[in-house]
Nanobody
């Protein structure tokens, strides 16, 4: 069973970088599509980035394109989200999610979710 745990969040100044990690402690998600989502206070959870099971395909929200990069190491059961040039509007709880669906971009398409990690960007 897929069991996701995020880490790497924290407080950073605008323009800084963070790398989030999503580990599957169930050691089963090498064949799953994995997405990153975020939710700011008072807002709906929104799509950030997605990577296919083989890492051959990635897709990003327009708001993070060119600044964020998603990658995965299936040997380590880990997906990463490298976040550069962070802005205050990137402040949110970041969640990773996994599903067998291909190129899933919507919250409702994902069956498995982590608990989230807080990212705060100060101006």
């Amino acid at each position: 069973q897929v069991q996701l745990v995020e880490s790497g969040g924290g407080l950073v100044q605008a323009g800084g970088s963070l790398r989030l990690s999503c580990v599957d402690s169930g050691r089963t998600f090498s064949s799953y599509t994995v997405g990153w989502f975020r939710q700011a206070p008072g807002k709906e959870r929104e799509f950030v980035a997605v990577i296919s099971w083989s890492a051959g395909s990635t897709y990003y929200a327009d708001s993070v394109k060119g600044r964020f990069s998603i990658s995965r190491d299936n040997a380590k059961n880990t997906v990463y989200l490298q976040m550069n040039s962070l802005k205050p509007e990137d402040t949110a709880v970041y969640y990773c999610a996994a599903d067998l669906a291909r190129r899933a971009l919507q919250v409702r398409q994902y069956a498995y979710w982590g608990q989230g990690t807080q990212v705060t960007v100060s101006s």
